[in-house]
């Protein structure tokens, strides 16, 4: 079965410094990875996928993540975070002949303190 | 504008009742979702429709049902044979289920018990 592991319920860093979100996953096969992001009381926003190629993936609103498949492992970074980052965000995982279907992680709340 | 919409926003449900949670989307997308989030566990998938009048079980399919009988529709009902109903519900779309573009969100139905 696949799965998606994010092991930080929160992190917390300040306005201007690197910010990391960390994802691991379980897969059979190739995955498919994918990030999204949670506004307050709002719908997911989609982030930045990882299908092939390329490891490092650029996303929307100056996000990247890294596909490690040694590590089993998909972070998402930004170099200066900003406050509006503050949210919930999810990693998620498509297997290859698994119906499809995503698999998300149980997010991680982010707070950028000004 | 287009997106998806889900109505209502806050819905009570007293015991004994089947309620409807209604979602409509006008991208033309072939693929409709349904996700419950609860805290601190993601997001787990209910019911997802590949084409018009046809959908499958999610991971989490029990007490729940749903119908596709227009592509921009794809209501959800949550019977009284959900004990435990409490919950963010999210309705997603994606152009065709069978690819790996992303899913757009609507902004969610906070579902609570009275």
């Known amino acids: 079965a696949q799965s998606v592991a994010q092991p930080e319920d929160q992190v917390n860093v300040a306005e201007g410094n690197p910010l990391t979100v960390k994802c691991t996953y379980s897969v059979s096969g190739n995955p498919y990875l994918f990030w999204y992001v949670q506004y307050p009381n709002r719908g997911l926003q989609f982030l930045l996928k990882y299908i092939t190629g390329d490891n490092l993936v650029k996303g929307s609103y100056g996000f990247e993540a890294e596909f490690n498949k040694s590590q089993t492992s998909f972070h998402l970074k930004k170099p200066s975070a900003l406050v509006s980052d503050s949210a919930l965000y999810f990693c998620a995982v498509r297997a290859p002949r698994n119906d499809y279907k995503l698999s998300f992680g149980a997010g991680t709340t982010v707070t950028v303190r000004a | 504008d287009g997106g998806i919409t889900q109505s209502p926003k806050y819905l009570f449900r007293k015991e004994g009742q089947n309620v409807t949670l209604s979602c409509e989307q006008n991208l033309n997308h072939d693929a409709m979702y349904w996700y419950r989030q609860d805290p601190g566990q993601g997001l787990r998938l209910i019911y997802y429709?590949?084409?018009?009048?046809?959908?499958q079980k999610g991971d989490i399919a029990e007490g729940y049902s749903v119908s596709r009988e227009k592509k921009e529709s794809f209501p959800l009902t949550v019977t009284s044979a959900q004990k435990n109903p409490t919950a963010f519900y999210l309705c997603?779309?994606?152009?065709?289920?069978?690819?790996?573009?992303?899913?757009?969100f609507g902004s969610g139905t906070q579902l609570s018990v009275l």
């Open positions: 997603a779309s994606s152009i065709r289920h069978e690819t790996n573009e992303k899913l757009f």
């Open positions: 429709s590949q084409i018009v009048n046809d959908f």
